[in-house]
């Protein structure tokens, strides 16, 4: 079964809809420049709330470069599942992580060409997410990138991101069939604010699909 990705959850209302719509992890976004930027405190008190009715969703938080000890200390009080990192973190920055924390860690590639893939062979990261690449844009670009160039990759560590929204994720996972898609901007009606329609659209669309095949 493809597994359900909501990132860029910024307040409770939208949380506790991907949570009931049938997300299995959401996404929480501490780099300061984001436009989904969400306060360490806040997040806390909103993942206090879904948990109480939601405590089998997974939770993500992306991270840009930011100093191993202070991602740490984040990543423990918020009981994070997943570190998702979306910044330069080479392989020597996510062994140090890996020795401190018992946290899975997904590093996430933008990709240009065939090119980009190479680094991604030599992560040591537990899950890799594939975006599409903006000159200045550190993810959540909101384009997807050519599908064709992933297809015969190992899929068992793999999320699906980049312009993926409910009328075309069926096509994306025919084509790649990765362990998990990853949709932000597809599902919103405004940064940071999820459309509850749209989540449900986007999260029917991928079981259907499963159910076809």
């Known amino acids: ?65 930011k100093a191993a000890k202070e991602l740490i200390a984040i990543a423990n009080d918020l009981e994070l599942w997943l570190i998702q990192l979306h910044g330069e973190e080479g392989n020597g920055y996510i062994g140090k992580l890996q020795a401190n924390i018992k946290i899975p860690i997904m590093k996430a590639f933008r990709i ?28 959540g670009t909101g384009r997807a990138f050519d599908w064709s160039l992933v297809r015969g990759m190992e899929h068992g560590r793999l999320f699906l991101s980049g312009g993926l929204k409910p009328e075309n994720v069926s096509e994306a996972i025919e084509r790649v069939a990765p362990y998990a898609v990853d949709v932000c901007s597809g599902i919103e009606t405004q940064p940071g604010k999820k459309s509850i329609r749209k989540m449900h659209a986007f999260i029917r669309a991928v079981r259907k699909k499963e159910q076809a095949a």
Do not use: W
Not at 50 to 63: E, S
Not at 112 to 139: F, P
């Open 1 to 65: 079964m493809t597994k359900i990705k909501i990132c860029g959850i910024t307040n409770l209302e939208d949380a506790l809809g991907a949570a009931k719509a049938g997300a299995d992890y959401l996404g929480f976004n501490f780099y300061g420049k984001s436009p989904r930027f969400i306060e360490t405190a806040k997040a806390k008190r909103i993942l206090h709330s879904l948990r109480k009715k939601y405590p089998q969703v997974k939770i993500a938080g992306i991270f840009v470069d």
């Open 112 to 139: 240009k060409g065939k090119e980009s893939l190479h680094a991604m062979a030599k992560t040591k990261a537990d899950y890799v997410l594939l975006d599409s690449y903006q000159k200045g844009i550190k993810g």
